[in-house]
């Protein structure tokens, strides 16, 4: 029998933020496992920390989302969003589950060339498109989504020296209700840029007018908001048809969709209280069903989601480096997972759980990574058992934006493996190493040689 532990009396200071009317939880169960395979031995075979990507957590979250949609709306197409995570082995998940792909740069549209997608299945957004992108989106027969005036007149000066004729849509940002509006990207609807530059486009005679696209926003927590934008869309496509004579055939409603993420500061859990996939379906295509659509032409709607399909595929498994307390006599425990590789510590309180069996004791924890700065702040109140140096954790939900903005800063970027449908691991991004950053420097050669 193995001598138990002692643990001194201590008097706790409660700070672990705002309580509700359900209580405050203080005891979680060890996360020892990730789809069947041993915390302990990927970190012993891949090192930590160690991104793991669920496959099986992906496919079924897709099917949700598109089970969602489907059931309600006859015409329906997913478009995977490559900024929110754009490792190979990932998109071509999505894409194996029927999703085209959204890109919001050269370099993301190359990829998903490489990728394998047809070029026809390629959304091109964003407002940085270089002339020789335009040239090659329109080559390839991609949907270009046009972001402001002086893209339509590049693309407009392009068709003077080729034969192709561009596929396009126009952004249209608008007031549904949720402050700040984003109103940086594409036309406003509101005040008439929206309808100012549909007639250029019309007019033109030049381009294919083949669809209308908005992103209302990140992480949205109305539903309504999209019913909004659907509604608004659906007035610009109809008084196009009655205009013109022509018929859209897409409306593209982006992405923001909220995963279960828990934002920072917010009352409750997001798992309880984040719109679901049935709400932002209920709401988009009860609205473009209700509006005055001819029933033959109804157009097909375009979902550009990212992280509400991703981010609960994620883990980030870390050790403890050491345990602190400070001035005031609070306990900080110091993982090796900086602010550089979960940077979306920023606005979420993630989840983390101890990768091995612990007592019934917690306190109030305020969690560091290694980095060298005072804002690397992973956790800044946590109820947590008390950790001992070498033991792992996980932290969950974080599939989104931490594999497309981590920084190699201070510390080089870890391996990353996918866990696939049977069980078996893949590597599929090795870890840096010091050729990766260095092997793209150049050393003037003044500056080779010195003396100390």
């Not at 405050?24 to 395979?37: F, K, V």
């Not at 932290?395 to 201070?410: D, L, R």
Request: one cysteine or more.
């Amino acid at each position: 029998m193995d001598k138990l532990r002692y643990e001194r009396p201590v008097i706790k200071k409660l700070e672990t933020g705002m309580p509700n009317k359900f209580g405050l939880r203080t005891e979680y169960a060890p996360l020892t496992h990730i789809d069947g395979n041993a915390v302990k031995d990927l970190v012993k075979e891949y090192g930590s920390p160690l991104y793991v990507i669920s496959e099986t957590t992906m496919r079924s979250t897709i099917k949700k989302a598109k089970k969602a949609f489907t059931t309600r709306y006859p015409k329906v197409q997913f478009a995977w969003s490559y900024k929110t995570n754009y490792l190979k082995a990932v998109c071509n998940v999505f894409h194996q589950e029927g999703s085209w792909a959204e890109v919001v740069s050269g370099f993301e549209y190359d990829k998903a060339l490489g990728n394998g997608v047809d070029g026809k299945k390629i959304i091109f957004n964003g407002p940085d498109k270089s002339e020789a992108d335009l040239r090659k989106a329109i080559n390839n027969d991609s949907l270009i989504h046009i972001d402001h005036l002086d893209e339509l007149y590049t693309i407009l000066e392009i068709t003077e020296t080729t034969d192709k004729r561009p596929k396009v849509a126009i952004r249209v940002n608008m007031d549904t209700g949720i402050y700040p509006i984003w109103d940086r990207f594409g036309f406003n609807y509101e005040n008439g840029q929206a309808w100012d530059a549909l007639n250029k486009i019309m007019r033109s005679g030049k381009l294919d007018l083949v669809g209308l696209h908005c992103h209302i926003g990140t992480f949205m927590l109305a539903a309504s908001a999209y019913a909004i934008a659907a509604g608004k869309l659906a007035d610009l496509a109809i008084g196009i048809e009655q205009k013109y004579n022509h018929s859209i055939k897409y409306i593209d409603l982006g992405g923001g969709f909220a995963s279960k993420n828990t934002l920072r500061g917010a009352y409750l859990p997001g798992s309880d209280t984040n719109p679901s996939f049935d709400d932002f379906a209920e709401a988009i295509t009860t609205t473009l069903l209700n509006s005055n659509f001819k029933n033959n032409e109804l157009p097909t709607l375009i979902l550009e989601t990212g992280r509400a399909l991703i981010d609960d595929a994620g883990y980030l498994i870390g050790s403890v480096i050491a345990n602190k307390r400070t001035s005031t006599g609070k306990r900080t425990t110091i993982i090796d997972v900086g602010v550089n590789l979960l940077f979306t510590a920023f606005w979420y309180e993630h989840k983390m759980t101890p990768a091995q069996p612990f007592t019934h004791y917690t306190e109030t924890t305020q969690v560091f990574g290694p980095l060298c700065m005072n804002i690397d702040v992973i956790r800044e109140n946590i109820d947590l058992p008390l950790l001992n140096k070498g033991d792992q954790v996980v932290i969950s939900t974080i599939g989104a934006y931490n594999m497309t903005q981590w920084m190699q800063f201070i510390t080089l970027r870890p391996n990353v493996v996918m866990i696939d449908t049977n069980e078996k691991v893949h590597l599929i991004r090795e870890n840096e190493k010091m050729e990766t950053i260095s092997d793209l420097e150049k050393m003037p050669e003044h500056l080779k040689n010195f003396e100390l």
